[in-house]
């Protein structure tokens, strides 16, 4: 039996990528690797729901303008909240068919909702607060 464990990750946007990162989520558990995030084109692969897919990339792939890096994993119960929330997003994503690079909803406002009260994304994540600026909870 694999341990769940779920991981974020980050690249440099294109053009931004001094200052800004695309975020994305992996989940490893038994039933497999899978990555999670938001993109800018929507219907990609068979797991897409709207903007938002399901291993459209391989896990530790980056999104074009620099290497990808790991920033923090969970573990137990932080990780199956997490996990709950990621899972379930083709169903409770409130943004599944909307996308702006900005001020949003992006990559990063998607990993914000779905890391629920676990955590927050750094200022190089353009987009993560855009779901309370937009006046819905997240949390």
Do not use: C
């Not at 980050?10 to 975020?23: E, K, Q, S, V, Y």
Request: charged share 20%; aromatic share 14%; net charge positive.
């Amino acid at each position: 039996m694999r341990q769940l464990t779920v991981e974020l990750w980050a690249a440099p946007i294109p053009i931004l990528g001094r200052f800004a990162d695309h975020h994305w989520i992996v989940i490893v558990s038994d039933r497999g690797i899978n990555r999670w995030e938001v993109w800018q084109k929507q219907h990609v692969v068979d797991t897409s729901w709207g903007y938002l897919h399901r291993n459209l990339l391989p896990p530790k792939a980056n999104v074009g303008y620099g290497p990808s890096r790991h920033v923090r994993t969970w573990v137990d119960g932080d990780a199956r909240d997490i996990q709950h929330r990621v899972e379930n997003s083709p169903t409770a994503y409130p943004w599944l068919n909307v996308y702006r690079f900005f001020p949003g909803p992006n990559s990063n406002t998607f990993v914000e909702w779905a890391l629920g009260d676990v955590s927050r994304l750094t200022t190089r994540a353009p987009g993560a607060w855009y779901a309370r600026f937009a006046g819905r909870q997240i949390r």
